[in-house]
């Protein structure tokens, strides 16, 4: 018996696992009581690692599709098919018929944060799509446009906050999102011992809610007129921090005239909340010693994803808490590109549009909302290939019955992923990666977001028994760069880290600035590939000293295996800034231009359906880790419809009893689970289920199918700044199943009973 020790990879909250292992295989993951980070803190899913590992329907080597049949042929065989199939697809119809879409698990390996980018850039095709516009984009536009960067985001100051206002977050479930804080609960209640308060407000009593010190509902969607109204008082009380008023921000004035007509009387009708619980937690973030305002999941994905993400760091400026130490703070990670002093190109929207809805382009890529309309619309520039990585769109993005179909419609699909699933089973080709233990590891993503500054690196705990995915995607990167199937991977990967050292030793904020790239390269340790692009990244960021060992390094991490705790968060203005001016742009002219918007909804009165809201579930993690068994408990948790006495009374609906969920896209059965939790109006189901699909090989998932939030999406309703999804305050009916008279046949719960498919 030996133990090893790593970071889990399932979720931002990175935490420290200890892992047993007798031979090749793990006897028990627990918290790393000796993480710097996470100090032993675990959930139930970072215990499955070695489950996901020996998961009898997780693919080991790749698959052909021939008909409806999967063929098992080698790496080679199917690059080589890859290539002239994808080849022939380019020569004929140019770049960007060949689409790519990336899921979530891509900011969560070291393949997605090094190796997707060269990908994206060697297919130079337009039609790149992502979860980021089912999830956050909201707030790298509010970001870009108020800082500079599209990644430049701030994240709670929890561990010194006084008072922390959350909105559309359910960290007790989710372990926290664009807030890397493993243990988020036992920080929460740290915050709540030296007496600060946590205000949730989101239309459920969520698990979060139950342990705040004030839960505000709200009606779903209705964010940033909640928000507006508290930079109205604000404004109006005198309680703008006088400190505030310094040269670094610009647009205070367009700020205070924009909140002029959403006093909290205004829009406490369309919220649902009252005006005098909105002026009281004006006053209280405005008067506590240090506070912060933090927006997810349920502030952005809405239709006002953007004004809110924004208004949210509005009120943190406003109240002197942005780049303070207890209020909202900017991670230094390990590995980032150095620069000098404030100022830069800033942020642009819009560069291109979408072919078909003329959607503008955020952050390089487009709406996932209109993938399925660029697939099945014919004309110059029509997608005719595919390639996903680490994705389930047809489980996890708008109108899934319409993308279902139109993928079946494809000339080539390519799937880097381990399982044949919704989406993947549409794929020609199937590439399964090696499972996370086989794999090395580092949080490029999450040390950004992190709330204290941190690295950790974990190599892989078992050899893998297959290409590790970067190599792969390396692969792919050879054949869409017209390089061939038979690139060798050394000479593919030393064309990177060789590119890597030019750029450096050009920028003069490095400390390897002007150096010799040779001499670099000869210093850089690990093994070609994630290592040595670490090290080398990890020598040059802010904590780094080029080629002296005396700074972080690969070797550094690899002496700490707990990790490497680099400090509480630091001011950063104004270095941070890359916005032209070099300062805070607090009044972006695009937001401002979206306002009327607000206005409508703010004087619109709420209709007359149910209003569909997500929610997260401790034991899964969105869409793919329904094949773990022992997660899957308890049964058909994830069939339940939460819904208010009040509107399950006048529906004649009784706990435990079939519903039937439709609006005019489609329609999913549910259980009913009458609970005052929600609050009356709203209705909530969680996302990701919707397995029982022909061709799906996830024993324990199809057993355990649920029913598809998203086949209800329409994928017409986005937030019209970053092309972010509706997907919460939808419109739906619910009825007993049986009272609508249809022919519909109900004998598998979560089974797709109806859906227009016509359209
Ligand atoms: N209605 C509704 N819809 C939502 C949401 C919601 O709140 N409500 N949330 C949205 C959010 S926040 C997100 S992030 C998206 C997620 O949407 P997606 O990213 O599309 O889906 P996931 O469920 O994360 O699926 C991950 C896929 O990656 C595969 N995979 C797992 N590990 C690896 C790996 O190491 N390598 C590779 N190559 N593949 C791997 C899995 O088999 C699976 O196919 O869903 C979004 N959809
Ligand atoms: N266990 C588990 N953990 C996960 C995941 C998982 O699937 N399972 N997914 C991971 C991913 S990809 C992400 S992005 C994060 C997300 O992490 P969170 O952002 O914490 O997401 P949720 O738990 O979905 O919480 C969203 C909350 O918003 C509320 N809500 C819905 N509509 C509105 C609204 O209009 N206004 C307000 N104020 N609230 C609203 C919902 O009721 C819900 O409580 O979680 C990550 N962690
Ligand atoms: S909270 Fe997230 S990182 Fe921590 S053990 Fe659970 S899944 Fe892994
Ligand atoms: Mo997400």
């Known amino acids: 018996m030996t133990t090893a020790y790593r970071t889990c990879p399932l979720c931002e909250a990175t935490c420290g696992l200890e892992i047993t292992i007798e031979g090749d295989s793990v006897k028990r993951i627990r918290g790393d009581q000796l993480d710097v980070f996470s100090r032993g803190f675990i959930c139930p899913k970072g215990s499955t690692l070695g489950d996901l590992r020996d998961d009898p329907d997780r693919l080991r080597s790749p698959r052909s599709r021939r008909g409806n049949d999967w063929v098992q042929i080698s790496w080679d065989e199917a690059f ?23 899921g979530n698990p891509n900011v969560h390996t070291v393949a997605g944060g090094l190796y997707v980018k060269p990908l994206l850039k060697a297919l130079g095709t337009r039609n790149i799509y992502t979860a980021s516009t089912v999830d956050q984009i909201p707030k790298h536009v509010s970001a870009g446009l108020m800082f500079g960067k599209a990644g430049t985001i701030p994240v709670p100051d929890i561990d010194r906050t006084g008072y922390l206002l959350m909105l559309g977050a359910d960290p007790w479930v989710s372990n926290g999102s664009l807030a890397t804080a493993p243990d988020f609960p036992g920080r929460i209640k740290e915050l709540q011992d030296r007496g600060g308060r946590l205000v949730v407000v989101d239309p459920r009593r969520s698990r979060t809610a139950r342990e705040a010190d004030r839960h505000i509902p709200i009606r779903p969607g209705t964010d940033a007129l909640f928000l507006m109204a508290i930079v109205h008082v ?3 009380d005198g309680l703008v921090d006088g400190a505030f008023r310094n040269p670094l921000f610009n647009g205070i004035n367009d700020v205070e005239e ?67 130490p207890g209020g909202a703070m900017f991670s230094r990670p390990a590995v980032a590109r150095r620069r000098s002093g404030p100022g ?4 642009a929207l819009g560069r291109w549009t979408s072919r078909v809805r003329k959607l503008p382009e955020v952050i390089g890529e487009l709406p996932v909302a209109t993938l399925a309309d660029e697939i099945a619309t014919p004309g110059d520039g029509q997608i005719r290939a595919l390639v996903t990585i680490a994705g389930n769109p047809v489980l996890s993005t708008p109108d899934t019955e319409r993308l279902d179909r139109a993928l079946a419609s494809l000339e080539l699909m390519v799937s880097v992923d381990p399982y044949i699933n919704a989406t993947t089973r549409h ?49 792919l990167t050879a054949i869409a760069g017209g390089y061939g199937a038979g690139t060798p991977i050394e000479a593919a990967d030393g064309f990177l880290i060789d590119a890597a050292i030019q750029r450096d030793v050009a920028n003069p904020a490095s400390p390897v600035f002007g150096l010799d790239p040779g001499e670099i390269k000869a210093k850089l340790g690990g093994d070609p590939g994630p290592e040595r ?13 080029g ?39 607090l009044a972006p002219p695009e937001i401002l231009a979206d306002l009327d918007r607000l206005e409508l909804l703010r004087d619109t009165a709420p209709g007359p359906d149910l209003k569909l809201v997500g929610r997260r579930q401790l034991r899964s993690n969105n869409s793919w880790m329904h094949n773990v068994a022992i997660l899957m408990k308890p049964a058909s948790h994830h069939s339940r419809l939460l819904i208010n006495p009040a509107d399950a009374a006048r529906l004649g609906i009784e706990s435990g009893v079939s519903v039937r969920v439709r609006n005019e896209v489609g329609a999913v059965a549910a259980v009913a ?41 329409d994928s017409r309703r986005m937030d019209p700044l970053s092309g972010n999804a509706v997907l919460n305050g939808i419109d739906v009916v619910v009825e007993p199943v049986g009272q609508s008279g249809g022919a519909e046949h109900l004998d598998d719960l979560g089974t797709v009973v109806e859906t227009q498919a016509a359209k």
């Open 258 to 324: 924009a909140a002029a007509g959403f006093s909290p009387s205004a829009v406490s009708g369309a919220t649902g909340v009252p005006a005098t619980t909105i002026e009281e937690v004006a006053h209280e973030f405005a008067s506590a010693p240090a506070a912060a305002a933090y927006g997810r999941v349920g502030t952005h994905t809405v239709e006002f994803g953007t004004l809110a993400s924004w208004l949210v760091d509005v009120i943190n400026a406003l109240t002197g808490n942005l780049d303070r």
């Open 427 to 475: 794929a020609d080709y199937l590439l399964p990666p090696p499972p996370a233990l086989e794999s090395p590891h580092y949080d490029f993503a999450f040390y950004g977001l992190s709330v204290r500054n941190v690295a950790n690196y974990s190599p892989p705990l078992f050899a893998p028994k297959s290409p590790p995915e970067w190599e792969i995607i390396l692969r």
């Open 80 to 102: 080589g098919e890859i290539d002239q199939r994808l080849q022939a697809i380019i020569r004929r119809h140019g770049p960007d018929a060949v689409a790519v879409y990336l």
């Open 344 to 347: 830069g190109r800033g942020f």
């Open 533 to 545: 692009m670490l090290d080398f990244l990890l020598r040059t960021g802010p904590y780094g000293e």
């Open 547 to 585: 080629v002296s060992d005396s700074g972080l390094s690969l070797a550094k991490l690899l002496d700490h295996p707990h990790g490497i705790d680099l400090g509480p968060l630091e001011p950063a203005f104004p270095d941070i800034l890359a916005t032209p001016s070099g300062r805070v742009e």
């Open 673 to 713: 689970d009458v609970s005052d939790e929600v609050m009356e109006g709203v209705v909530s189901l969680p996302h990701g289920w919707g397995h029982n699909r022909d061709g799906v090989q996830m024993a324990v998932a199809v057993a355990n199918a649920g029913p598809n939030y998203n086949t209800l999406v």
């Open 234 to 236: 604000l404004f109006r």
